[in-house]
């Protein structure tokens, strides 16, 4: 029968295009709570990563000092990476990152292996520094 024949060629079509609409709302790896390496100062961040208008960006949630005792910190909530491409194969590009320590932001890029990720923020594009975060939750 022929409109049976069609309805079998036709379905295939709505359930790729039902996936397709879907993919942008299946969560990126990068998604979650992250532990930041101890900075200089020994003070570790935990950021949150989201998504932000199909871009990566983060929130530093809490601070710890090298003890790993909570500190209050006026910086809770705020942006800590932002613009984030995701590029595939865990790579992430043209983003920016803020630098507590530096009291500035600079462009950054990172690579998500696992459950680690590794930030890199480089001033002038030439000086590079790359800290390693590892997934909290």
């Known amino acids: 029968d022929r409109a049976g024949m069609r309805a079998r060629l036709f379905l295939p079509v709505l359930v790729a295009l039902a996936i397709g ?3 942008p709302a299946l969560a990126d790896p990068a998604f979650g709570m992250w532990r930041s390496e101890p900075d200089d100062r020994g003070i ?7 998504d932000c208008d199909d871009r990566i960006c983060g929130r530093l949630v809490s601070v710890y000092d090298a ?18 491409e995701p590029r595939g194969s ?16 600079f462009a950054a890029r990172m ?19 790359d800290q390693v975060w590892t997934r909290a939750n």
Request: hydrophobic share 35%; net charge neutral.
């Open 44 to 50: 570790v961040t935990m950021i949150q990563i989201v």
């Open 21 to 23: 609409s879907m993919a």
């Open 111 to 129: 690579v998500l292996e696992g459950d680690r990720l590794t930030v890199t923020h480089c001033s002038y594009l030439v000086i590079c520094r």
């Open 67 to 84: 003890a790993g005792r909570p500190l209050d910190s006026p910086d809770a909530g705020r942006a800590y990476i932002w613009g984030m």
């Open 90 to 105: 865990g790579q992430y590009r043209d983003g920016r990152q803020w630098v507590p320590e530096r009291g500035q932001d």
